[in-house]
């Protein structure tokens, strides 16, 4: 059973979601339950009834904003030996209305026809095939990497 952002929003703040990396200012960074781009990551907001970014005054959306760019570097630093080309940033919520940035590793062993747009392109089937979905043996020292850079980004940047 799938379940909603506001609940994965809820589960971190009682220490249960198994997804969540670190505890930022805006929010929770978690590994993506999809890892067909290894290292995919969100920044969920701490509050799950914010739904626009404009909803948050001004402070709280530089703090977004910044901590989202600190998740994007950390990825970018534990995926660069994979072949990194650049991390992609998005704030959508077309779909699911709560506040929530994806952070996408993009790799030069892309297919040309799909490293020049959005990872969106990608087929659904692709982007969800269950054979990429997150594992702490085939994944686990990525997201390991991803949270000991992004925990040493944050003691300098806090």
């Not at 990396?21 to 978690?30: D, E, K, L, T």
């Not at 339950?33 to 969920?44: A, H, K, N």
Request: glycine letters at 8%; proline letters at 7%.
């Amino acid at each position: 059973m799938e379940i909603g952002l506001e609940e994965r929003v809820e589960l971190a703040h009682r220490g249960e979601n198994p997804f969540v990396m670190a505890r930022m200012r805006s929010g929770f960074a978690v590994i993506g339950d999809t890892q067909f781009l290894p290292g995919y990551s969100l920044l969920l907001t701490d509050d799950p009834s914010v739904d626009h970014l404009t909803d948050l005054d001004r402070a709280r959306r530089r703090d977004f904003l910044f901590d989202m760019s600190l998740l994007g570097e950390a990825v970018e630093r534990a995926c660069r030996p994979n072949g990194l080309r650049r991390i992609n940033y998005e704030v959508l919520g077309n779909g699911l209305p709560v506040l929530h940035a994806h952070v996408h590793p993009r790799y030069e062993w892309e297919p040309p026809e799909r490293i020049t747009g959005p990872v969106w392109r990608y087929p659904k089937e692709v982007r969800d095939d269950p054979a990429h979905a997150y594992s702490d043996a085939r994944h686990g020292q990525l997201r390991a990497t991803i949270t000991h850079e992004l925990n040493e980004l944050m003691g300098l940047a806090y």
